[in-house]
């Protein structure tokens, strides 16, 4: 049994070393992004049965089996956000909390936190999420930590964002712009200018959100951050579909379908179908709107997504009108 123990610990470190070595390629973009979504895929099984035999030691284990289950998430954070139904990411980023209270680094409970309030906020459980982002950001100024400060803030701006508190989100977002700035955190920024785009959009100024898009698909661009391309490409295919310049839409659209399907990236991949369907219904093609709405709800109901139930409603309608006409 003791030796049983040894190899299992063994695997299980091994596996989380793996993880990392995936997400810190995923990361560099370019050329090694796909060489970390690969390796990510290779050994998944084996990650997977690393953290779950660490998971099964429960609150009793030993020190270097606690840290694992601290560790482990956070180690792929970026590639199994990417991959894994946030539900599970739930699970895992639920040992790491109790394991960083265990152990007590604030940085790991801060981040645990975090990683929390993005999966909850995924799920759509948006006062949830800013529960946890609250308490992440309170840690973080504890501690000194200015990049989880920033990183906090901005997931504050998004959950406000979804909540239509765009004056509000629009203070968190510039604060994390501030910190990206000032620490040189270029995703970071991105990140930051993406959401504001997103927020003047909703308040109403399109060219200002254009500029805030087209400022993060540069620095996206330029750091291989294929993730960050797509969702840039998408949130410009809104603001001009906005505009009324449907086939400038449709080309952003299909940009960002093409990227969200070579990263395996779900979510992208069902609100660009969603998207697309909405320009191709304003255009009077029915048929195809149909045709990427019901792909999209397929993906949303996978996923758990909160806009299933939109695309569900929307594709009733249509429906009805094609049976009426």
Known sequence: DEERTVGHKSHAMHYKDVLATANALYLQGGGALAAGLALFDLEWRNI?????????????????????????PDAGVNILGLRRHAREQIHWLEIALAAARRLKPREY?????????????????TQRAIQ???????????????KGE???????????????QTQRAIQF??????IARELGNRKGEGVALGNLGVAYRNLGEPRRAIQFH?????????????????????NLGVVYQDLGETQQAIQFYEQQL??????????GEGRALWNMSLVLNQLGQRAQAVQHAEQSLAIFEQIEDPNAQKARAALAAWREEAGHN
């Open 150 to 164: 920033g990183i906090a803030l901005g997931n504050l701006g998004s959950a406000n964002l979804a909540l239509g």
């Open 109 to 125: 409970e801060g981040t645990a936190m975090g990683n929390l309030g993005v999966a909850y906020h995924d799920l759509g459980e």
């Open 48 to 72: 997977e049965a690393g953290h779950a035999w660490v998971a099964a030691q429960g609150v009793e284990a030993d020190e270097d089996i606690t840290q694992l289950g601290m560790t482990y």
């Open 214 to 234: 087209e400022q993060n698909l540069t620095i996206a661009r330029e750091l291989g951050d294929r993730e960050g391309e797509g969702a840039a490409l998408g």
């Open 173 to 178: 977002c510039e604060q994390r712009l501030v």
């Open 258 to 267: 093409l990227i969200d399907r070579e990263l395996g990236d779900r979510r």
């Open 132 to 146: 946890f982002h609250e308490q992440y950001l309170t840690i973080a100024r504890e501690i000194g930590d200015r």
